[in-house]
């Protein structure tokens, strides 16, 4: 044990989470790392205002969904698709001016992919005719003074894109009812509900962040949509884990109540999911710094911003809101609420 866990002085020398001292008048980073339950996570005023933060974020993200909407790429909407080998002269400004000035109107996006000789500029708009794609391609060929046979040209079809999203509900909701189901039976069906508030969560508050930052939804999107899913829910049975533990005999004493017992679990977990979301988050930066500025490959940035978003949000959401929850859940039934009147008596009674 550590300097700042002390043990009540018992027949025997075993010990047990009953015996942990919260070290509060210590520093930031011995509290974190000590586990002794000096954070107030789950009591009553935090999870009011957890609750109120957690609903403000909701609310600015589905705000951000109805009024401002998400950028389907082409891959859902449909359309052409026409890229172009990138230079000292062709560049997405360029090619973007070029554009207007070939068909009269700006396109949807213009970003470059690649590095090196292989670097291109890709432009995504709506479909074209036949007769525009052959205008486009001439008025690109002749600004840059390049062969037309530099320019290619593809059209891609909305279907596909439609059949991705059906796809991704399904899988969604299939996700969300085998995690429901496993966690109920792992645990209880109050962990598995508040599992499930976590991860809806993380859906809209993710999803919302997209929203705002407006690029495009592309299929890496919903693949990474779907991966971090998976983290979140990693993280939260790891809390709740700890939480069944250190509740599994709760009743037989009169020392801690329930909130308190899951409290110093969260406490105890704290550098547990700091650390997992230090090292997937860092892969992440990674390849937002190397993939996307460096090498100048724009396509990994979709993939690269939702799973850094989800990442974070996941980790707030399985500590700051399941865990919370959790408690307002389980404090809802009469023998927690007899055991926590128990609790209290005896320490009125030990004060007097």
Known sequence: MSSNETTAEKPTTEWSDDDYVAAKNTSFFSRLYSGTGAFDVVGPRSRRRLYVISAVIMVICVVSMIFRGFTPGIDFEGGTQVSIPASDTVTTSSVSEAFTAALGHDPESVQKAGTGEAATI?????????????????????????????????????????????????????????VFIYIAIR????????????????????????????????????????????????????????????????????RRTYSEQTNLAVNQTFMR????????????????????????????????????VGVVVGTYSSIFLASPLLVTLKEMREDVKRHTAKVIARRERAAA
């Open 273 to 308: 999911s700091i650390n997992t979301t230090v090292i997937s988050v860092l892969p992440i930066i990674a390849l937002i710094v190397i993939a996307v500025w460096m090498l100048g490959v724009g396509t990994l940035k979709d993939l690269a911003l939702i799973q850094l």
């Open 187 to 254: 645990f209880d069906r109050e962990m598995s509900a508040a599992a499930l508030v976590s991860l809806l969560f993380d859906v809209v508050a993710t999803a919302g962040v997209y929203s705002i930052v407006g690029w495009e939804v592309t299929p890496a999107t919903v693949i990474g949509l779907l991966t971090i899913l998976g983290f979140s829910v990693y993280d939260t049975v790891v809390v709740f884990d700890k939480v069944e533990e250190n509740t599994r005999s709760v009743f037989a004493s009169s």
């Open 122 to 178: 890709q432009v995504r708009t709506e479909t074209l005719s036949h007769e525009d794609a052959a205008k486009l391609t001439e008025g690109l060929a002749s600004t840059f003074k390049i062969n037309q046979s530099d320019v290619s040209s593809s059209d891609v079809s909305s279907t596909w894109g439609a059949e991705i999203t059906r796809k991704m509900v399904i899988a969604l909701i299939v996700f969300l009812v085998a």
